[in-house]
């Protein structure tokens, strides 16, 4: 295939992300030869005419933060899963010139936690209420959760869930940030809050060995939350997992070719430290 396509990352701020290296090892392990895939800064604003000024060339988005409720409004069509939940991290550009959109955060968390162990009946807790809480939500719902507890700075962030939980048919009990400590007893624990937020918490979780700490960042690594469940026995999942397994998604979304998943996780490997924990 020589005939030129594009595909990018779009966030704010975006130059640390991994994204690039990802997909353009996928695209050169598949002989995509005519394929690029570049990182794009992007705020909200500037979302709907950056997708409106794309010629017909681009393939498809992967969309980070603070993108990806704004996601919904530029596109054609929303698949039932990102419509659910009210954020999706892809848009992708069908034959007519549309855009859908769709969120492959959900079935990457399912994989990586389901590869780490966690089975049907679990419970969760979920760190923070913001956009990848609201894919946590959705893997928790997908995995048969017995109840989600989200644990956040915020009552009205919690309440924002609430809609979500509803249609994803989960229930979600929320709690105070300072009750984080006690619930850290779940079956899963889920850390979506950005970098320092969770470092105290460190200090204050008596974890039980049979848990699986997922941790949404992967730099710096491992956080110190991560740390400290790992010293206590527990299985650990990194942002790392869950940006490969997003990504494989996504590559194949966009190029309609079966993703070279071990060419892509050992680029992504090289680029940081301690590689990655699962299989996606």
């Not at 704010?12 to 994204?19: F, N, T």
């Not at 979600?172 to 970098?195: I, M, R, Y």
């Not at 700490?213 to 010293?231: E, I, N």
């Not at 997992?241 to 194949?252: C, I, N, S």
């Amino acid at each position: 295939m020589t005939d030129h396509r594009r595909a990018a990352v779009l966030g704010k701020p975006i130059a640390h992300s991994l994204s690039p290296v990802i997909h353009n090892a996928g695209y050169a392990a598949a002989g995509l030869a005519g394929w690029s895939y570049v990182a794009i800064e992007c705020a909200e604003a500037e979302l709907p005419d950056r997708v409106a000024g794309l010629g017909p060339e681009w393939a498809g988005l992967s969309l980070t933060m603070p993108l990806k409720e704004v996601a919904l409004t530029v596109a054609d069509e929303v698949s039932s899963v990102a419509a659910a939940v009210g954020a999706a991290n892809t848009l992708v550009r069908r034959p007519d010139g549309s855009w859908y959109a769709d969120n492959t955060d959900i079935p990457g968390m399912v994989r990586v936690l389901t590869d780490a162990g966690v089975r049907d009946g679990a419970t969760f807790t979920v760190l923070g209420a913001g956009g990848t809480a609201r894919a946590a939500l959705a893997a928790a719902a997908q995995l048969k959760a017995d109840g989600v507890t989200v644990v956040a700075r915020r009552p009205e962030a919690i309440d924002e869930l609430r809609p979500a939980a509803a249609a994803l048919g989960i229930a979600l009990t929320g709690a105070d940030w300072s009750a984080a400590p006690a619930h850290a007893t779940a079956d899963v624990v889920v850390s979506t809050v950005p970098k320092g937020v969770a470092d105290p918490l460190a200090g204050q979780v008596t974890w039980r060995p049979t848990t699986v700490y997922f941790d949404a960042l992967y730099d710096p690594w491992p956080t110190p939350l991560a740390a400290s469940a790992d010293a206590a026995g527990c299985r650990i999942v990194s942002g790392l997992d869950l940006l490969l397994a997003q990504a494989v998604g996504q590559f194949e979304q966009f190029t309609g070719v079966a993703a070279p998943v071990a060419q892509m996780r050992t680029a992504l490997s090289r680029q940081t430290v301690g590689g990655l924990s699962g299989k996606p």
